[in-house]
């Protein structure tokens, strides 16, 4: 109960930030909980892999399409009046799926989808550039792992549980609870103040929404302190992405369990996003190291996805899967933690946009590449598994020969400037005195 006590005090004493919590908490039961439904029904108007694949590939584009001018809004506008008005989007999009009811119908899977995302696309870096402004430095930490841990439970209770209710109820029912969520959700966002420090200067810079976009990306690549946490999330999605779509192949094709298999892989999955980043906070806290640390996330999603490729065991899949992706839950925290931290404010809205840009960018092509693996049979399965967990596996091993090198670098620079400005301090005073 000890080790509780930080997150439950944060979220007792921090009104504000708890408002967003809850509203997040909200919004997302609902998006996870009608997943499987969208996968239902694309599977029972086509019975097409690469059809289903489309739908994941039309999510990521959106976003990606939407993503810089996204930030630029973030930046620019209340960021708590975004997410509310977001929150109303999508609500209102995903009731739209009811209208789906024949294969002629089809196509507004993809239309729907793609609104969806757009409105997500602006949520999602308007909530991560406020949680620095409605926390203090030191619960800055605590409120992410507050944030991806709930996101880990409901991903995993939301799917479970859409998985159940999509076999048992239907998908209708599924889509009205998972809409009326996000329209809910907003009910916290309208009690919550959260400050967005803003200037002249600033303001005048981002009058023009070419310039504030072309500015933060400059900003961007002008500072690889920030640009490399800001790599982490699209790195290990471009092979995780892939891994992650093959396990809704995995049970239809492997363990013949329909939805009900893929909501036991996607609640382990949550698990693992859970617990990974909790293990890191307790027993990894230098943040110096964890740019290294991704690499090593990297490394060991992939290693328990080439054992996940030669099992056929419902319960052993399920473990790995929990183990694959406690790696992936903490490269997102700690990839988070640090760009806020890293990133001042009049900046935080494009500099995250710019991470979604890459991540979704890489989700896509990553799903797009192995859903035509599947459809024209270039691959097996199981082959197919073997590839992109042996690409991850590379792909860590490459970032900590790298990336975490010159991470390594920029810390022993800073601490010099550190010591040499700790030194002029010292010498001043000794003169004075």
Request: charged share 15%; with cysteine; net charge positive.
């Amino acid at each position: 109960m000890n080790r509780l006590t930080p997150y439950l005090t944060l979220l007792k004493t921090n009104h504000h930030f708890r408002r967003v919590w809850l509203s997040q908490i909200v919004s997302n039961f609902g998006d996870w909980f009608g997943v499987i439904a969208v996968f239902t029904i694309v599977l029972k108007y086509s019975d097409s892999e690469f059809l289903l694949g489309m739908v994941i590939v039309s999510k990521f584009l959106s976003f990606a399409v939407i993503s810089p001018f996204a930030g630029y809004v973030a930046d620019r506008f209340d960021r708590r009046m975004l997410m509310i008005c977001c929150d109303f989007g999508r609500g209102a999009v995903v009731l739209s799926f009811l209208l789906v009811r024949d294969p002629s119908m089809l196509w507004l899977v993809y239309v729907l989808t793609t609104l969806q995302m757009g409105f997500a696309a602006v949520f999602e870096p308007a909530k991560q550039a406020s949680i620095p402004n409605i926390t203090t430095s030191d619960e800055l930490v605590r409120a992410n792992i507050i944030s991806n841990l709930s996101w880990s439970i409901i991903f995993t209770t939301g799917m479970g549980i859409g998985g159940l209710a999509t076999a048992w109820m239907g998908t209708d029912w599924v889509f009205v609870v998972n809409g009326t969520g996000y329209i809910f959700s907003t009910w916290f966002l309208f009690k919550a103040v959260i400050p967005h420090r803003r200037d002249e200067k600033t303001m005048l810079a981002l009058s023009n929404p070419v310039r504030g976009i072309a500015d933060g990306y400059r900003f961007i690549f002008a500072n690889p302190h920030i640009l490399r946490p800001a790599l982490a999330k699209g790195t290990i999605t471009f092979f995780l992405g892939a891994l992650a779509y093959m396990l809704i192949l995995v049970s239809e094709e492997i363990l013949l369990m329909g939805s009900i298999g893929l909501g036991l892989l996607y609640a382990s999955r949550g698990f693992g996003t859970a617990v990974g980043p909790v293990l890191v906070r307790r027993y990894i806290s230098d943040e110096r190291k964890w740019v290294m640390l991704m690499g090593a996330a990297m490394i060991s999603s992939g290693f328990f996805y080439l054992v996940l490729g030669a099992m056929n065991m419902v319960w052993v899949m399920v473990l790995l899967v929990f183990l694959a992706h406690c790696g992936s839950g903490a490269n997102w925290v700690m990839s988070t933690v640090l760009l806020q931290k890293r990133s001042p404010d009049e900046f935080r809205g494009r500099i995250f946009s710019s991470e979604w840009l890459l991540f979704t960018l890489s989700q896509a092509f990553s799903v797009t590449c192995v859903s035509m693996i599947m459809e024209f049979e270039l691959l097996t399965l199981q082959q197919a598994i073997w590839a992109y967990a042996a690409g991850l596996v590379i792909t860590g091993l490459v970032w900590l020969a790298v990336v975490a090198r010159k991470e390594s670098r920029w810390h022993r620079m800073v601490s010099a400037q550190q010591m040499r400005s700790e030194m002029r301090e010292h010498h001043l005073l000794q003169t004075c005195e």
